[in-house]
């Protein structure tokens, strides 16, 4: 080659001066490039151009001359390639003590494989995609090499680690090092870090000799390993005559630079599932096996893939993702460097990264072709998928790749860590001129468009406000609670100053709880939910969620308009929640103008949220399901406000919630039968009292939560819990009867009052009869299987009751027989009952049991309450029958009433539930009906046109019922007096719908007013 043509190479290589000098020098050294052609020298002119680091190197090395031979560097080399060269190196020196030596050799190894690759690069023979690979090959390369040797080291001088399995036999314990970054992703730059993550599998002991021996271990695994660890970084980063090979950072491990080096798999597992954060999803996207063991990496890898890639994230996410890089905009990168970090600054490499990232978080769990860890062919996938526009993937590609490209060649000059563009215009001109512009005004064009492309489309996906920003709360607890308490105060609660230390705690945990900075924030964004549920002016500022309902629990009773709303599903992923609008009582769907569902006590739903949070146990996975589904979230919020008893209960099991709304089992209605089969898996548990009230428990919550929301109509609910009463009094029987041996039942049992009619709620006694066929001669017998039926399921346990028994409406009361035969109870109703007894067998439904023995005693008390077709033995019996029951009532309500409280009393009070009960009982025994259920008997006098009042009484009878719902819902006692005590009766007026207990009193007085107007007119024309 001629001085002529080395002369045209050197005026058109990005550095003229540089490249003249160079080759000066290189004369000088010894350096022969004689027998170069033209593409050789082209690629070292470029080479010379781009660095001046490798410029020093080839004047100090001039035998790195023969690897620019142009037809060698023309094809990138794989990685079993590089292997093979390595491979020589490590066999040939294979003891500890050859050790140095063969580090050395590793040393130069590297060193020529990163000049290949920069030639290859800087004379344009590969792009950066092959380039990036090419470079994480060879850190593959070496570091597996270092572990081999670091590990040869201190097997030689402390043992073999070993762990036992579970038969006790021992098993060498393997070890790996994860790539993480850039190198995870096999996107290494040429002076970037090497992020690492250590791995070992299990606890154990460090053996000198082989297991079996009484040799004492020398240390335990977990010293080891983390010596293990330290050893192989130090080797890594030292820096000696023939250089180094990467510096280590292995902070992105678990606690960060507080935690161990290297961890078990099984403390990586704990870690994640309780303190993970959102960035470590978002840096174990790149995780990747290096060196060491690959199958233990491989079980890592698929510990971890429910953590990077969730299969549900709440989209808030994106926010706290903005956050995060915001402050690496604000911390870390110099001021006056914004606009000129290729890497940290706006529109660089990392807002690249974090658009990807933060898609996969989102997207790749339920995903799985985004679960890649290079960008750009995640960035492929996203436009594939339209999770991402093309035009904006393809700017967003295109963009990648000049930035690393300006990236390489700033780090290349000097081989150092930098991101900047250099602020003198001569390093400027060269830059620009080594990404192949003439001009530097053509290469800043270039850059600008690109960064822009890029943070336009980082913009438009992530929000710039922070969620604490979003949510309006003061940005920190602090040490006081000066900014909190105002806020809290205005939110209805009673004692601010509590309030406060609860709300702390919930979101950084007690004292003695390490809480990540993850769960706090997760914590904070679930607290303005909260404070949305609140009664009271909100706080300028704070966002407020959507109500649980629209409307409030009174909307399909009290509102006849018509909604447009249609059955629709709540929430994404794990407990979802199913809505569905609900009907008044013409079938029409009910829209409120009301206000929506608030809390009543918001100082005692923060406790009890405090003491449900403590019992979980898990913060981290309970708020991230919380804030994945708000809607969950704020039914344990409604939940813990309707219901103590539930309250307490939840605490007590605090995973039973969770169980049911993540099996989907709440939306599921079940019939007596259904539950009946699910009692009988229980059938073979030894104690069968735990068994009855575990279930029971169960099924009285997933009812619950279906209730408190207003996911049910009115008769609904008390459908669902009669059906569940009668299939906990036929499964007691069949236990009774298996445990005495008895294989057909012996007698019927019968449902009256609220069971009767299949209108039992919270707190309702099951009202019951037992009754014998009448071939039975010694129904005495009997007695201890009916009483040890009431006592399985009435008996109070550590677990509480299933439901109280009563058989006190039995002939002759408590003085009879516990189990009746039909022929005494046919001479009893015809003979000796009175008229209060045959009007409680209006209400009379079998159960269980007989089912001759049933059908009969039906057959008789439809017989004895027909008093349309006896109208003369009635008369002569009880005289003016309805009369009487009328002046029963009015017995009832003046000796059951408390004395000034009858606006209260919402059952026995003037205009009480028991009035409408009254009328269709009475009805049933004008007509001869046999309708146990309240208001089907009142819809049936509707219907014949025999009750022309009955839908004015419907109506209310409705609101009163749900009244009474809602008052023993808080306690699961049979309430039926409203309190009298003035802030207990405000919690009760919220829970039912209202904002004033003085609106509340004056819908009761309302409704209560016109049934006793109803009854009047029933029983007294």
């Known amino acids: 080659m001629g001085k002529a043509a080395w002369r045209k190479i050197v005026k058109s290589s990005a550095d003229p001066v540089r490249v003249a000098n160079f080759l000066d020098s290189l004369r000088e050294a010894g350096g022969d490039t004689a027998g170069f052609s033209n593409e050789s020298a082209r690629v070292l002119a470029a080479l010379v151009s781009g660095s001046q680091f490798l410029g020093e190197l080839l004047l100090a090395d001039p035998d790195l001359l023969s690897i620019l031979d142009f037809e060698r560097l023309r094809h990138a080399r794989r990685l079993a390639g590089v292997r093979r060269e390595v491979d020589p190196i490590l066999a040939?020196?294979?003891?500890?003590?050859?050790?140095?030596?063969?580090?050395?050799?590793?040393?130069?190894?590297?060193?020529r494989e990163t000049f290949r690759i920069a030639a290859r690069d800087l004379g344009g023979l590969s792009d950066v995609v092959e380039i990036t690979r090419e470079l994480s090959d060879v850190a593959d390369v070496c570091l597996g090499a270092v572990l081999q040797i670091a590990t040869r080291q201190l097997v030689e001088k402390y043992g073999q680690p070993f762990h036992e399995d579970a038969d006790g036999r021992r098993h060498p314990t393997p070890f790996c090092v994860l790539g993480?970054?850039?190198?995870?992703?096999?996107?290494?730059?040429?002076?970037?870090?090497?992020?690492l993550l250590f791995l070992y599998a299990e606890e154990g002991e460090v053996l000198k000799e082989a297991p079996g021996t009484t040799l004492r271990p020398a240390m335990s695994n977990h010293q080891f390993f983390c010596r293990l660890a330290e050893t192989f970084s130090t080797e890594v980063a030292r820096a000696t005559a023939d250089g180094f090979f990467y510096r280590v950072d292995s902070r992105l491990r678990p606690e960060g630079g507080a935690g161990p080096l290297a961890r078990s798999i099984e403390s990586c597992e704990n870690y994640y599932a309780q303190w993970g954060q959102t960035w470590e999803r978002m840096m174990l996207i790149k995780a990747r096996h290096v060196a060491g063991d690959g199958g233990l990496a491989s079980e890592f890898l698929e510990m971890i893939q429910p953590f990077r890639f969730p299969r549900s994230v709440s989209p808030e996410i994106l926010a706290e993702i903005a956050a995060t890089k915001e402050r690496i905009e604000k911390e870390v990168v110099r001021a006056g460097e914004l606009e000129r970090n290729v890497k940290l600054g706006r529109g660089g490499i990392r807002d690249i990264e974090f658009i990807v990232q933060s898609l996969q978080v989102l997207h790749a769990g339920r995903s799985p072709f985004l679960q890649i860890p290079q960008t750009l062919p995640c960035l492929e996938k996203l436009a594939q998928y339209d999770l991402l526009e093309y035009d904006d993937a393809r700017q967003l590609d295109s963009a990648y790749r000049f930035l690393r490209d300006v990236e390489h060649r700033l780090q290349m000059e000097n081989n150092r860590q930098t991101h900047t563009i250099p602020d003198d215009k001569p390093s400027q001109l060269r830059l620009a001129r080594l990404m192949g512009f003439t001009t530097l005004a053509g290469f800043q064009t270039a850059l600008s468009a690109h960064t822009t492309h890029v943070r336009r489309i980082y913009d438009s996906l992530l929000k710039s406000d922070s969620p604490e920003e979003s949510a309006g709360l003061p940005p920190a607890f602090g040490g006081d609670a000066a900014e909190w308490t105002p806020l809290l105060a205005e939110h209805s609660f009673g004692d601010p100053e509590r309030a406060f230390q609860l709300f702390k705690e919930f979101a950084e945990g007690p004292g003695y709880l390490h809480v990540s900075p993850r769960t706090t924030e997760l914590a904070r964004q679930l607290i303005p939910q909260f404070l949305a549920l609140c009664p009271g002016v909100a706080k300028p500022g704070i966002k407020t969620v959507r109500a649980l309902l629209p409307r409030h629990e009174w909307a399909h009773v009290l509102d006849s308009g018509d909604s447009p709303s249609s059955s629709r599903q709540v929430g994404t992923g794990r407990g979802s929640i199913s809505r569905r609008p609900l009907e008044t009582a013409d079938g029409t769907t009910g829209s409120s103008t009301r206000s929506a569902v608030v809390l009543s006590d918001p100082d005692r739903v923060l406790a009890r949220l405090d003491s449900f949070v403590s019992a979980y146990g898990s913060r981290a996975s309970l708020f991230e399901l919380w804030n994945n589904n708000p809607d969950y979230f704020e039914l344990v919020l409604l939940l813990f406000d309707r219901s103590e008893f539930l309250a307490l209960a939840a605490i007590r099991t605090p995973d039973l919630i969770d169980g049911?709304?993540?099996?989907?089992?709440?939306?599921?209605r079940k019939t007596a039968a259904e539950i009946l089969k699910d009692l009988r898996f229980g059938l073979h548990d030894a104690d069968q009292f735990l068994w009855l009230r575990?279930?029971?428990?169960?099924?009285?919550?997933?009812?619950?939560?279906?209730?408190?929301?207003?996911?049910?109509?009115?008769?609904?609910?008390?459908?669902?819990?009669?059906?569940?009463?009668?299939?906990?009094?036929?499964?007691?029987?069949?236990?009774?009867?298996?445990?005495?041996k008895i294989k057909s039942p012996p007698f019927a049992i019968i449902g009256l009052g609220k069971l009767g009619g299949g209108e039992i709620t919270y707190g309702s006694d099951l009202d019951i009869l037992f009754v014998a066929g009448a071939r039975e001669k010694d129904p005495a017998r009997l007695q201890k299987i009916a009483a040890e039926i009431m006592d399985l399921l009435s008996r109070r346990t550590e677990q509480g009751i299933v439901f109280h028994t009563d058989a006190r409406l039995r002939p002759d009361g408590e003085k009879g027989l516990l189990v009746q035969t039909l022929d005494s109870c046919e001479r009893y109703y015809h003979n000796r009952a009175q008229l209060w007894e045959l009007q409680a067998l209006t209400r009379s439904r079998f159960i269980a049991g007989n089912d001759a023995a049933g059908e009969r005693f039906l057959a008789l008390a439809a017989a004895v309450t027909d008093f349309s077709k006896r109208p003369s033995f009635n008369k002569?019996?009880?005289?003016?029958?309805?009369?009487?029951?009328?002046?029963?009532?009015?017995?009832?309500?003046?000796?059951?009433?408390?004395?000034?409280?009858?606006?209260?009393?919402?059952?026995?009070?003037?205009?009480?539930?028991?009035?409408?009960?009254?009328?269709?009982?009475t009805l049933g025994l004008k007509n001869g009906w046999q309708e146990p259920n309240t208001l089907k008997a009142l819809e049936r006098g509707r219907d014949n046109k025999i009750f022309p009042e009955a839908e004015k009484l419907i109506e209310n009878y409705r609101r009163l019922r749900r009244v009474e719902a809602i008052l023993r819902r808080w306690s699961d006692e049979g309430e039926t007096v409203l309190p009298a005590d003035a802030p207990a009766f405000y919690r009760v007026s919220v829970r039912c719908g209202f904002e004033t207990p003085e609106a509340f009193r004056d819908a009761l007085a309302q409704w209560r007013r016109a049934i006793r107007e109803v009854y009047d007119k029933f029983f007294l024309r």
């Open 92 to 111: 040939a020196k294979s003891t500890a003590a050859d050790a140095a030596g063969t580090l050395a050799q590793l040393r130069r190894f590297k060193k």
């Open 180 to 195: 993480l970054g850039k190198l995870g992703g096999q996107e290494l730059n040429y002076s970037s870090d090497v992020d």
């Open 660 to 668: 049911l709304v993540s099996s989907g089992r709440i939306s599921r």
């Open 694 to 740: 575990h279930y029971h428990e169960t099924e009285l919550m997933r009812l619950a939560l279906r209730d408190v929301p207003g996911q049910v109509d009115i008769e609904q609910t008390p459908a669902e819990f009669s059906a569940l009463a009668d299939a906990c009094l036929q499964y007691a029987l069949e236990v009774v009867l298996r445990a005495h």
């Open 876 to 921: 002569e019996r009880f005289g003016s029958w309805k009369e009487e029951i009328n002046h029963m009532r009015m017995r009832i309500e003046k000796e059951r009433t408390p004395g000034g409280q009858d606006d209260l009393a919402i059952k026995t009070g003037k205009g009480g539930l028991m009035d409408v009960e009254f009328i269709a009982q």
